[in-house]
């Protein structure tokens, strides 16, 4: 054999391990930099997966078009074709805000699967909507789970808990608010108090979800749990949990002893001012009488000489200063030592100007 045969074929050799050994190394770079690299699918179209994802798009649009509804002679075609598109560009995200709920109420189980694969998708993880989708066909479309022992809406509720919380942390400072209200209506649904009294179940929901963003705060470093909610998915916590308080008091009998008991609790624990006991309808200084319900109030921020209403740390009809401020509800029951005695200060100055 010719030498120059032998050095030619050596060469061939090499250039297929290095060409090997350099795809490998390319192909795990380019799935640390796009991690849904894996996802597609492994037909051979150039690189083109996208544009063949759009065509494809576009072809299964006009064939359901061409549908009048998803049902058993078609659901299984439908399937194939978003599959198919998934597989060409996982990352496209119309393929399941539009056409995975085609889904929804024929083959509702497949439709979760593939909106779950979605939500793993790391490329996708700052869409909202597809996580919500998810829960949403779990309570209203997916079939009830059969349990021993378990009642199914409560199940279905904490698998939909899931794909809602998820959606709320994607969601941002600023939720939609049917998303909210999805989220906390299923919360409420997993409490055994909700087939007895809803409203009591959303309050139980709202105080939990309180409690938890504050003890979230409380073990990163915040002084107390006293009135700061800003730790909660949920936007405007303190303005919800007092309009439940409102409307479960007002529809609470005598008998509801653990309701009566649970809004005395988050009145003393989280609604901080001044609110009529009767409605919880919040009043101003100087205020004899709700406003909501005519219930006697009792009268705070008024001058103790004249009775007008303080404006100021002096009464601004007749200088005479206005009473120490009473401490907050919510604030620690105990006080520093030196606390009392920087109160008494300025009554001790006070007397000895006097003399």
């Known amino acids: 054999m010719?030498?120059?045969?032998?050095?030619?074929?050596?060469?061939?050799?090499?250039?297929?391990?290095?060409?090997?050994?350099?795809?490998?190394?390319?192909?795990?770079?380019?799935?640390?930099?796009?991690?849904?690299?894996?996802?597609?699918?492994?037909?051979?179209?150039?690189?083109?997966?996208?544009f063949a994802s759009d065509v494809d798009w576009m072809l299964f649009i006009n064939y359901l078009g061409s549908q009048k509804t998803v049902d058993n002679d078609n659901v299984d075609e439908v399937t194939r074709?978003?599959?198919?598109?998934?597989?060409?560009?996982?990352?496209?995200?119309?393929?399941?805000?539009?056409?995975?709920?085609?889904?929804?109420?024929?083959?509702?189980?497949?439709?979760?699967?593939?909106?779950?694969?979605?939500?793993?998708?790391?490329?996708?993880?700052?869409?909202?909507?597809?996580?919500?989708?998810?829960?949403?066909?779990?309570?209203?479309?997916?079939?009830?789970?059969?349990?021993?022992?378990?009642?199914?809406?409560?199940?279905?509720?904490?698998m939909a808990i899931y794909y809602y919380e998820q959606a709320l942390r994607r969601s941002g400072s600023e939720p939609e608010q049917y998303l909210i209200n999805c989220y906390l209506r299923t919360k409420?649904?997993?409490?055994?108090?909700?087939n007895d009294n809803p409203r009591q179940a959303m309050l139980e929901t709202l105080y939990a979800e309180w409690k938890n963003s504050s003890t979230s705060r409380s073990q990163n470093g915040a002084e107390s749990i006293a009135m700061d909610v800003n730790a909660s998915l949920i936007p405007d916590l303190q303005a919800r949990v007092l309009k439940a308080a409102q409307e479960a008091k007002a529809e609470a009998k005598p008998e509801d002893t653990q309701l009566l008991k649970l809004i005395s609790t988050i009145r003393k624990d989280i609604l901080n001012g001044n609110l009529c006991?009767?409605?919880?309808?919040?009043?101003?200084?100087?205020?004899?009488?709700?406003?909501?319900?005519?219930?006697?109030?009792?009268?705070?921020?008024?001058?103790?000489?004249?009775?007008?209403?303080?404006?100021?740390?002096?009464?601004?009809?007749c200088g005479t200063a206005a009473p120490a401020p009473a401490k907050p509800a919510a604030m620690?029951?105990?006080l520093p030592p030196s606390t009392p005695e920087k109160k008494a200060e300025p009554e001790k100055k006070a007397e000895q100007e006097k003399k």
């Open 2 to 50: 010719k030498k120059s045969l032998i050095i030619h074929i050596v060469l061939i050799a090499g250039a297929v391990i290095g060409g090997s050994l350099l795809a490998q190394y390319l192909n795990r770079w380019q799935n640390n930099i796009d991690p849904s690299r894996k996802l597609v699918s492994d037909t051979p179209l150039g690189g083109f997966h996208k």
């Open 81 to 158: 074709r978003l599959e198919k598109l998934i597989s060409y560009d996982p990352n496209l995200d119309k393929v399941y805000q539009v056409g995975v709920m085609s889904l929804c109420v024929q083959s509702p189980q497949k439709a979760v699967e593939l909106l779950k694969r979605a939500c793993e998708n790391e490329q996708l993880k700052d869409n909202w909507r597809i996580p919500f989708y998810a829960g949403f066909i779990i309570m209203h479309h997916y079939p009830k789970p059969n349990i021993p022992g378990k009642n199914p809406e409560t199940e279905l509720a904490k």
């Open 277 to 317: 006991d009767k409605c919880l309808t919040p009043y101003a200084a100087g205020d004899k009488f709700c406003s909501t319900c005519g219930n006697n109030v009792e009268t705070y921020g008024i001058c103790a000489n004249c009775k007008a209403v303080l404006k100021g740390n002096f009464c601004s009809q």
């Open 188 to 194: 409420a649904q997993t409490l055994p108090s909700y």
């Open 332 to 334: 620690p029951e105990t």
